[in-house]
């Protein structure tokens, strides 16, 4: 009897430890989300005007450093500096998201 006992014992405090495990997970992640660490476009002056798909890994950055544009070539495994701007590209703000275009194409009568 006391095998089992111990048993259960053993059983519950893993299960309770997983749980402490998987609230510090969600919480961590909350945490991230609120002060904007995830997916944030703006850090210390860099921001993204525009990017155009290349590939399922690759494609091509506007990336705004102050008052200057640079065109980034990034792939999985590296990133590299193509150039900079003469003429820099006009900032249009936040990128809508996927949900606004749709609507704005179907409202617009369908893609063309």
Avoid: N
């Avoid at 990017?51 to 070539?73: A, F, H």
């Amino acid at each position: 009897m006391s095998g089992s006992h111990t048993l259960a014992s053993g059983l519950g405090g893993t299960v309770l430890a997983l749980g402490l495990v998987v609230a510090l997970i969600i919480g961590l992640g909350w945490l991230l989300r609120r002060s904007g660490g995830m997916g944030a476009h703006r850090r210390a002056g860099l921001r993204v005007v525009a990017t155009l798909p290349l590939g399922v890994k690759e494609r091509l950055l506007v990336v705004s450093v102050g008052k200057q544009q640079m065109l980034l070539g990034v792939t999985a495994h590296q990133v590299t500096a193509l150039g900079t701007l003469d003429a820099p590209l006009e900032e249009t703000g936040e990128p809508e998201s996927f949900a606004a275009q749709l609507r704005q194409r179907i409202g617009a009568g369908g893609p063309r």
